[in-house]
């Protein structure tokens, strides 16, 4: 059965544009996983632009299966053993993007993020790398002992939306997806999606994760979280 984490970080967005408690990221997790959400995502950025320390605190002392994200860095690697969520997914990360722009560096940064991953092990955090659709970011994976990857879907999401011809993109993604699992990775997948980009993308069987944010809260202003959610599960557990 495939999963739906739903990524809260916009609600922190509208709440620090006044720079108040309203609204809450912390409400909008315990009702997303009550609408049906099967986990939360919220990415712990350098810069702290949506969700804070404190928000990571509070919602690390719930029963809410939590996602972290964060960038490859030491000091956001004790963060997460500090607060222990159940997952962590290492995205990249740069100061002046408007949201993660591609896959990790796998080759540049591997000592780096090969000592993050055995630590985070250590600890029973399951671990995720963001990466594009690239069998050897496939292989560099699993040669770094993470337990899961996930496939960056901001290209053919876009191609998508835009009506152009994703198919080349669809099948790099079907492939990678394949043999991800044949190594034994799990599969996910995330990044500028929805309802249409998940009908097209819930075809691959080898992705049990979809993790979903921007549209998700933007799409609830109007219609409410419960809506949106039901109607997201139903694509995926179809
Ligand atoms: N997955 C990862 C690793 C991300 O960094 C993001 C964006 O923070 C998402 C999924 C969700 O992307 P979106 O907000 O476009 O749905």
Redesign the pocket.
Known sequence: MKRL?V?I??VATVRNARGGFHPSPILAAKNAIKCGADSI?V?LREDRRHINDNDLKILSRTKIPINL?IACSIKMMNIAIKYEPNFV?L?PEKRKEL??EGGLNLVKNYKKIEHIIKKLNQYKIRTSL?INPKIKDIQYSKKLNSQCI?L?T?KI?EMIKNKKNYLNEFNKIKKCSSYAKLLGLEV?A????DYKTTKILNNIKEIEEF???????GESIMFGLKNVIKKFQKIIKK
Request: charged content about 10%.
């Open positions: 984490g990524n970080d916009h995502t990415h994200e997914c995205v949201t993660t963001f996930e960056h901001g999401s996910h995330g990044h500028g999606m993790n979903i944010g921007h549209f998700i809260i």
